[in-house]
Every structure is written in structure tokens, then in C-alpha cells.
């Protein structure tokens, strides 16, 4: 198994493809981005999918038709990931993968691999998963960012500090260099400021203070009091400073009514950006199971997906 993988761990909206267009422009580098896809089928006590069903779920993956991966059907599970990465190396290059979640089932395939933890303010994370459709108000649009780090978490428990890294993205933008040497070092690779090139040829622009804590004036009182509240102890585990504003505890009612409102929406957003017939059809054949349906929906709104990548 090629243990030689550094894995970029961090929540969605944490700056994940900020760092992939960073590391990928360094020349001893290869990012190729996401690759939740390696992970995301072992089970929670490490059971590896069996082939079949696994092949089944990559079949409509969006990301990994994206990547042109070639996959042999002679394989094992272990031995499919491990001809992915195989694909996926550059020579003199080491290489780098996001990943999202599911961070401690990474040791089962990769147990002396290296990780980068991103960490972002789930105030900015919560804000910025409504702009992407994922929820309809912060406190839902946190609950990807608790989860991520309780994922963190139990991956610590499974290796030793010397495999691991933790960087913040609010210091990334103000102390780029800093930052991205001390990654450099850890990698194992000599800093370069063509790190800084993504910007060239990319829809994103260099470093931007005006990225850091935008929460403050882009989420009202009890917006800020939502995600705090359902935040509280890992922001304190990570070092980030509540408000001040008053921790607190939603009734019954209100919790009813931001539940409606999220799912409300999300079917909104999701008509909106697919069709009505596209999404019924894919919400139809996932209820009832019609699998030849619902691929086939699947793979249209992947096709719909793409128009909207960065």
C-alpha cells in the first residue's frame, strides 16, 4: 500500500479548494482535489464495501467520473484505492488529496499517511453553505461543520502528532507565507512562491483579509447565537472566541420552524438549479427504488452540477 499521501482535511466552506489550487501550484506538489470517494463507502468500524456495490455507487459519482481514474475489476478494495493513487502519482512530486469527512477511516488504507487539518470559523462556514444550497439557515448550516471535526477528532485518536498538522484559514489569509511554510516543512517539501500562481489561471484571487470573519457583519444577532450555541465546545477546543452574546436553547417551536425552513429551502434550491421533472424524477425513483431511473437522474443532474463548478 503507497503510504507516501498527504490528506487535506477539512470541512466544506473551510477553504479546502483555496488550499488545493495553493499546493498544486507548488512544482513538488500534486493536488488533484477531492477524493471523498476513496473513503466515504467503509464503514464505521472499518468494513471495507464489497466491489460490487462499490463499483455500483462510483458508477454516478460526479467527482469520481471527473478524475478519469481507470479501474480494474480484478482488484480488492484496498487494491482499487491503492491503483488509484498509483495513477495519481507525479514523479518528485509528493501528493495531496482533500477530503471532507470520514477522516478516521483513512488509517484503515493509508496508516502512516500525513494530514493537514484546515480549520475555518463555523460562523463563515454556516453563512457560506446557504449560498450553496446545502441548508436554509445557520443552524443546519453548521451541523457538516460539527461533524467534520468530530471526524477530526477520532482520527487523532488513531495517530500520532508527529502525522499531523493544524492550520487555520483565517490565518492562511492574513499570514499566507508563514502558513505555507510551516506546511512546506511539514510536507517535507522547500517553500516556493509559485504557490501563489493559482491565481493566474483560476477564478480565485490571492489571499483576502476581507475573507476573514465576515460573520460579523454578514449574520444577524441570533444567527450568530444559533451556531454558537450548537458550537460552543468545539470552539473553545479550537481556540476561536465566542461573541459574547448570550448561548441560547431553541424551544420546541422555533427548532419546528428552522427544520421547515431548511428542508423548504433546499427543495427550492435544488428546482430551481435542476428542474422540477429532474428532481421529481430523481426523488421518485430514490423512494421507490428504481434503480435504472434514478442513474439516469443522477447522472443528468451531475451534468447540471458541473455548470456550476469554480
Partial sequence: MNNNVVFVCGALRSGSSLVHLILDHHPEIKNPGEFDFLFDQISGDGKFPTMAAYLEWLSVHRIFQSKLLSIDISLDYPE?????????????????????????????????????????????????????????????????????????????????????????????????????????????????????????????????????????????????????????VLMEELAYDLSGYPLISVGLLERYWLKVSNKVFTIKFSIKRYGFILFFKEWFSRLFNVVKINKQSLRAMNEVDKQYLK
Fill in 80 to 232: 482499487l484505492i491503492d491503483s488509484f493513487i498509483v495513477q495519481m502519482n507525479q514523479e518528485n512530486c509528493v501528493l495531496a488529496l482533500n477530503i471532507h469527512r470520514g477522516f478516521h477511516s483513512i488509517p484503515y488504507v493509508f496508516p502512516n499517511a500525513k494530514f493537514i487539518h484546515l480549520i475555518r470559523d463555523p460562523r463563515d462556514v454556516a453563512r457560506s453553505s446557504i449560498g450553496m444550497g446545502w441548508a436554509g439557515n445557520v443552524y443546519y448550516g453548521i451541523e457538516h461543520w460539527l461533524q467534520t471535526e468530530q471526524d477530526w477528532k477520532q482520527l487523532q485518536n488513531k495517530i500520532l502528532p508527529e502525522q499531523y498538522l493544524e492550520i487555520r484559514f483565517e490565518d492562511l489569509i492574513l499570514s499566507p507565507e508563514a502558513i505555507l511554510k510551516e506546511v512546506c516543512s511539514f510536507i517535507g517539501v522547500p517553500y516556493s512562491d509559485k504557490m501563489f500562481n493559482y491565481a493566474d489561471n483560476s477564478t480565485y484571487s490571492r489571499p483576502d483579509p476581507s475573507l476573514v470573519r465576515q460573520w460579523k457583519t454578514k449574520l444577524t444577532i441570533r444567527e450568530v447565537q444559533y451556531v454558537e450555541s450548537r458550537a460552543k
